[in-house]
């Protein structure tokens, strides 16, 4: 699976931003995905995980109540939807796929290249 995401930019605090990841190659529907994201000089950290068929999502508590992930497996596409943006979600946002049991913890056997997104205070 190759994955590609992007929608990130220069935001508000306060304000939404939309990130997409197209994912093309194997069948994307059979895979489970994430978001994750990596601040300047910190490591990597999980934000959101959704099953292959959409019916389970698990979120970071830092973005629980703000962040929505969805997809749409007949467009091979895996969405964030992030609102009431604060300066700490600044950081390259990056999209994976893999088995569901290890998303959380370690991530996809997928990834793709990150979308910055920078929120101004």
């Known amino acids: 699976v190759q994955l590609q995401a992007f929608g990130g930019g220069l935001v508000q605090a306060g304000g939404s931003l939309r990130l997409s990841c197209a994912a093309s190659g194997r069948a994307f529907g059979n895979y489970a995905a994430g978001w994750f994201r990596q601040a300047p000089g910190k490591e990597r950290e999980f934000v959101a995980a959704i099953s292959w068929s959409g019916g389970s999502t698990e979120y970071a508590d830092s973005v629980k109540g703000r962040f929505t992930i969805s997809r749409d497996n007949a467009k091979n596409t895996l969405y964030l939807q992030m609102n009431s943006l604060k300066p700490e979600d600044t950081a390259v946002y990056y999209c994976?796929?893999?088995?569901?049991?290890?998303?959380?913890?370690?991530?996809?056997?997928?990834w793709g290249k990150g979308t910055l997104v920078t929120v101004s205070s």
């Open positions: 994976a796929a893999g088995g569901w049991g290890k998303m959380i913890a370690t991530g996809g056997h997928y």
